[in-house]
């Protein structure tokens, strides 16, 4: 199949309502789109990406009423965080009517719903008369494309059409939260903070990491340790012994340059310090940085606050995979 890349928003929902798969921009990643109700079409998005078909995917809407016709018993809370952070980077984990396949969610009885803010993803979604499933546009286990070029590296000849949104603004993926009563629970750190939530409801808030059990049955896959890792060794900079020969060693630093690293081995998430530019530079410096073969990688934490502590939930992921 020939992969074509465009901005044909016409085509793109022709190709939508016949059951194919497309890939989306959004704020966050992009995105493997199917229409949401149907189940072949969503079939094909798992054999895309090679994705086990216990791994449920998440829905976009054109608005938060659309969302939550979706879904039965919606809790104060999420009628709260829906106002502030939609159109956003926000996932809700709620339980869906019976109109929803279960195909979307592998069976489980709740559905992941979510409003993306992206200007052609909005115009895209205006048009559908269904939401759209649609997981990170990246082969299982990869890292997750916030480009044209990442989704094209990735899933050329699998896809007929890639819609080009640019770059996205966010570059990680959207936080993921669910409602235990009036408890909310955050399932996967992203472009929504703790802080964000924290701030807009009165509600106890508990982030639920990775752990040995949730290893065996994660809640979501963002929680299975290996995620988001580039093919090359990634280490912490804390572990950096410098007796070693760094010439064929990498280096993401966050505004500075490592003084034992070659400077043509570094690359720097953002010169002037901005935490937000740095989350929308992380996995283009992964792929970056993969490509070039380096022996190891090294990468520095970032700030852990705020979306600093999202950034650091992805390098704990990606540098875990060689931890003995
Ligand atoms: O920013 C994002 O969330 C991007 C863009 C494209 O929207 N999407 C994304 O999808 O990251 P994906 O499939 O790569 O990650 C979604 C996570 C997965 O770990 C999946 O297991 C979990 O959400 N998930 C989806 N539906 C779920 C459900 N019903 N119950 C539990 N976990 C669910
Ligand atoms: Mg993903």
């Not at 926000?90 to 993306?116: C, F, I, N, Q, Y």
């Not at 890292?143 to 966010?170: A, E, F, M």
């Not at 990634?234 to 630093?253: A, K």
Request: proline share 7%; with cysteine.
């Amino acid at each position: 199949m020939n992969t074509e890349v465009g901005k044909d928003l016409e085509k793109v929902k022709v190709l939508l309502d016949n059951g194919s798969t497309v890939a989306i921009p959004t704020e966050t990643v992009y995105g493997l789109a199917a229409n949401g109700r149907n189940p072949e079409a969503i079939s094909k998005i798992y054999l895309a990406k090679q994705r086990p078909l216990s791994n449920p995917l998440i829905l976009h809407y054109k608005d938060a009423k659309a969302a939550f016709n979706d879904v039965l018993n919606v809790p104060k809370n999420a009628k709260i965080l829906a106002e502030k952070f939609w159109p956003g980077p926000l996932t809700m984990l709620l339980e869906k009517k019976s109109l929803v396949p279960d195909a979307v969610t592998a069976g489980k009885p709740r559905v992941a719903v979510r409003v993306p803010a992206h200007k052609t993803c909005q115009q895209l979604l205006q048009k559908l008369s269904y939401p759209v499933a649609a997981p990170s546009a990246n082969i299982y286990g990869r890292i997750s494309p916030t480009c044209v070029d990442h989704v094209k590296d990735q899933l050329n000849t699998r896809i007929p059409y890639i819609l080009d949104g640019g770059p996205c603004s966010k570059g990680i993926e959207s936080t993921i939260i669910g409602f235990d009563q009036e408890k909310i629970m955050i399932y996967r750190l992203g472009s929504v903070t703790i802080e964000d939530i924290l701030s807009s409801t009165n509600a106890e808030v508990f982030y639920v990491e990775s752990d040995a059990q949730i290893e065996k049955a994660p809640i979501t896959s963002g929680m299975v340790k290996h995620h988001y890792a580039p093919n090359t060794p990634m280490f912490s900079s804390e572990d950096l012994n410098t007796s070693l020969d760094l010439s064929n060693c990498g280096y993401i630093g966050f505004d500075m340059l490592h003084p034992d690293f070659p400077t043509s081995n570094q690359f720097l998430l953002d010169e002037t310090g901005l935490i937000d530019a740095a989350a929308s530079q992380l996995y283009r410096a992964f792929h970056i940085m993969d490509a070039k073969r380096f022996k190891h990688l090294y990468i520095t934490w970032l700030p852990d606050k705020g979306i600093g502590r999202s950034i650091n939930d992805r390098i704990k992921r990606a540098i875990q995979k060689n931890k003995p």
